[in-house]
């Protein structure tokens, strides 16, 4: 077994335990959706960050430490955390979008 292969199986856990942390992270957080002068505060690098404990003026660690996501994946590689809470981020607002439509027809 190569060092590449082991450090990565130590830095990328279960995608399908991320995903749903994610999942279960912007359902509790949807209001930060909502946009805030420019753009959403929510986004898939914050998510990234919080879950890796990186703070942030948007996302103090005095604040989201308390949050059970806060460093939650601080193990995981950023680049991996930050792909899949783009991929869910955009799973979400389309769903949420094909559920608003439904309601309307």
Known sequence: ???????QKD???NNKFISRDIRVFI????????RQK???LLTGRAIARIMQGI????YPA???ARNTMWER???TDFEFLLKAANREMIWYLTNKAQ??????K
Do not use: F, I, R
């Not at 359902?27 to 909502?34: A, I, M």
């Not at 559920?99 to 309307?104: A, L």
């Open 27 to 34: 359902q509790g957080n949807k209001h930060l959706l909502q």
């Open 38 to 40: 420019v753009a959403p």
């Open 99 to 104: 559920t608003q439509q439904n309601v309307v």
């Open 73 to 75: 994946y601080m193990d």
């Open 55 to 58: 703070s942030s003026p948007a």
């Open 11 to 13: 830095t990328v856990p």
């Open 1 to 7: 077994q190569s060092l590449e292969s082991s450090v």
């Open 62 to 64: 005095s604040t989201w």
